[in-house]
């Protein structure tokens, strides 16, 4: 992995990204809106109390099935000692965390490219408060998830602060997390 | 790592989890309203193109900071070639999606521990579309972020479905991505 260079090289790579692939594709999506579908998916078994495990393998995209030969990816799901688990692996607010701190500073890499902005760092602080009156069902008051969640970017670029947050909010898991998305529950019980 | 079982143990254990210890959480939470209060966190640097590292380690509940001396957990986000890149690790949208189901897993198996009900098993699945319009920023009617997630449950339990459903709208991290939460984003360049 090569580190982050100001200069843009002759294959038109801008901050990592191949900026010619990056055009090319929303061209396509562009000229055929099915090739821009995509469905991203996961299993998940319980393991035991708090210990969940998931795997990442297949999805669609471009009209085309991806991963089907891989192995794919397999993480769990942990609690730490205080929510009764013996902190195996991050809990799932944590991972959640991840995904959105991760998705804002990968679109920003990105839509920077796109536009020949040159980014030479990220780093990133993010956090959220939950007030566990809600996931115990003792006040209805209280929401069970986080109340508020603060991402903290610090971005060495010669772009403004205020592009830069342009470029942001294009991250999907922001939208995820900032707007509502419906969730269709269906259990079966055997 | 035992495998779930129907019998109720002594030491009080259902579906893996120690339900004296979560009866006494629920006492403590409502004897003073601090101890209830959690701040979960990550950090985040982005190494080059789709790739950035995502390091877990410590967090605030119960008046005490946990995993201080931890090396904690370090993860990556990364993206497939369709996307542009190496498939090293999932991208932000399967993260989600891992952070979700796992999530309502455990809040089933906590909640039906809470009241007694044993869980044998649960197998998930988990699914989510996104159109890469709004993404790439060629549509403003498409959103950004997943138009719809689908969850799956196959629970092994002699509980109805409808109650295993009710347990289920526990999950915190169901809320925050079938609720908005508010994302503060602060960026500072240099």
Not at 17 to 35: H, M, P, S, Y
Request: charged residues 25%; proline residues 4%; contains cysteine.
């Amino acid at each position: 992995m090569s580190a982050p260079t100001e200069s843009i090289t002759a294959a038109n790579i801008v901050n990592g990204v191949n900026v010619a692939a990056l055009l090319d594709t929303i061209k396509a999506v562009q000229g055929n809106a099915e090739i821009g579908k995509f469905n991203f998916r996961a299993t998940n078994k319980w393991l035991d109390g708090e210990k969940n495990r998931t795997t990442i393998k297949d999805f669609t995209g471009a009209l085309q099935e991806h991963r089907t030969d891989s192995k794919g990816f397999t993480f769990d799901n942990g609690e730490p000692p205080v929510l009764l688990g013996t902190d195996h692996a991050p809990n799932a607010a944590e991972w959640l965390l991840h995904a959105l701190v991760g998705c804002v500073t990968g679109s920003i890499v990105y839509h920077a490219a796109a536009r020949n902005i040159v980014i030479n760092a990220i780093d990133s602080k993010i956090d959220g408060d939950i007030d566990l009156h809600g996931f115990l069902g003792l006040s209805e008051k209280v929401r069970k998830g986080f109340n508020t969640i603060r991402v903290r970017m610090r971005v060495k670029t010669k772009a403004e602060p205020a592009l830069i947050k342009e470029l942001a909010t294009f991250s999907p898991m922001l939208d995820v997390v900032s707007r509502s998305v419906p969730v269709a529950l269906d259990i079966e019980t055997y």
